[in-house]
């Protein structure tokens, strides 16, 4: 079946450390997403691509970074520079040009000590 | 930019009717679309509105009123398992959503 997956769906670290959040898709989707939750709030944007090699930065993307080197894969790095990093992490992904009909993984839930 | 305002809170027991209601901002014209979340999960797409007017799927009906700037989403012959957080979500092809902070909905027996 196609989906997204995420992984892992816990994450520990520490304070200081960068971490690396996957997400893959086997939708054919041309467009990804990277969206944080926090408790009682709404999804907000991260980063998005549209196509490979390509991203731009979305309403919270300080602290965030990512890549796009494959269609099916677009990894999250939270960096050292986040201030407040633990959160509910959501990856999206829709075909090209699509406004409406996200599929979303399961989402990553980090936590930072 | 766009900011979307929904009510934080709806209970409503079963069987009953619910409108969870969406007002946006935004400088030009995006379609509206809604997401389901339960506790825990991830958000599943409910409905679009590309045009105003209603859309029907199923128990779940979405309106849309350009002019307004309005939206809404009706629930119908509520069931318990319809307790989840519901989102609404401006977008525009090319772009990405952006999602309101989402109505809690408590479905008592």
């Known amino acids: 079946d196609g989906g997204i997956t995420q992984s892992p769906k816990y994450l520990f670290r520490k304070e200081g450390q960068n971490v690396t959040l996957s997400c893959e898709q086997n939708l054919n989707h041309d467009a990804m997403y990277w969206y944080r939750q926090d408790p009682g709030q709404g999804l907000r944007l991260i980063y998005y691509s549209q196509i490979v090699n390509d991203f731009q930065k979305g309403d919270i993307a300080e602290g965030y970074s990512v890549s796009r080197e494959k269609k099916e894969s677009f990894p999250l790095t939270v960096t050292s520079a986040q201030k407040n990093p633990t959160a509910f992490y959501l990856c999206?992904?829709?075909?090209?040009?699509?406004?409406?009909?996200?599929?979303f993984g399961s989402g990553t839930r980090l936590t930072v000590v | 930019g766009q900011s979307l305002e929904q009510p934080s809170e709806v209970t409503a027991v079963e069987g009953a009717i619910v409108q969870i209601n969406c007002t946006y901002q935004?400088?030009?014209?995006?379609?509206l679309s809604w997401y389901q979340q339960h506790d825990g999960g991830a958000p599943t797409f409910l409905s679009y509105?590309?045009?105003?007017g209603l859309e029907e799927t199923g128990r779940f009906s979405s309106f849309l009123s350009r002019s307004d700037s309005y939206g809404y989403l009706l629930l119908q012959e509520l069931q318990m398992k319809d307790s989840a957080s519901y989102f609404c979500?401006?977008?525009?092809?090319?772009?990405?959503?952006?999602f309101g902070k989402g109505t809690t909905l408590s479905v008592s027996s």
């Open positions: 979500a401006l977008g525009q092809a090319g772009t990405a959503l952006i």
């Open positions: 509105n590309a045009l105003d």
């Open positions: 935004t400088s030009g014209f995006y379609g």
């Open positions: 999206a992904s829709t075909p090209a040009q699509a406004n409406y009909g996200y599929t």
